[in-house]
């Protein structure tokens, strides 16, 4: 993020493997704990993750519509953290725990996502309410819900891995 403030090119991805499988990923951004900017991708847009991270890592620095750019007097008071998104699948609502699983709400061309494990959500109808109201969905309204599992990374702390195969994080790289 950095580098796109002061409009550098962005470094290169580390050598390690994980960084040239192809998936999507979340860029989250705060400032003193307060969100600054959140920008990522359902699906990989990139080639590669370490591609899709640092695209993701440039939205949501400049383009959150939410926010202003961020400006370069900002970045020590910045934090990050990224959250690897596994393929999601079809569920019910019965099939989603907040604390394991993110949720994808669908109704036509109207999508919401909402990460796993976030403070302060604990139950399934907050979740789903949460991520209609960002999609623009109303809660009467026949909607298709998806869900995922995150491998999340926050700068200054070891990796908190979720699998949706057996509860076992997967090893790291």
Aim: glycine letters at 8%; hydrophobic letters at 35%; proline letters at 9%.
């Amino acid at each position: 993020m950095e580098a796109y403030v002061h409009r550098r090119p962005a470094p290169e991805a580390p050598a390690a493997p994980r960084y040239r499988l192809c998936a999507a990923s979340i860029v989250t951004r705060k400032k003193h704990g307060d969100l600054r900017g959140c920008i990522g991708t359902r699906e990989p847009a990139q080639p590669t993750l370490g591609a899709e991270i640092a695209c993701n890592a440039r939205s949501s620095a400049l383009r959150d519509p939410r926010f202003p750019p961020v400006d370069a007097d900002e970045l020590d008071a910045l934090s990050c953290s990224v959250d690897v998104l596994s393929p999601s699948e079809p569920c019910r609502l019965d099939d989603l725990d907040p604390s394991r699983y993110g949720v994808i709400v669908v109704a036509g061309s109207r999508r919401g996502v909402l990460l796993p494990a976030l403070e302060g959500i604990g139950a399934i109808a907050q979740q789903v309410g949460i991520a209609l109201r960002k999609a623009g969905i109303r809660d009467d309204e026949w909607f298709d819900v998806h869900r995922f599992t995150v491998s999340r990374y926050r700068e200054g702390d070891a990796p908190v891995e979720r699998s949706a195969a057996d509860g076992e994080p997967p090893a790291n790289d």
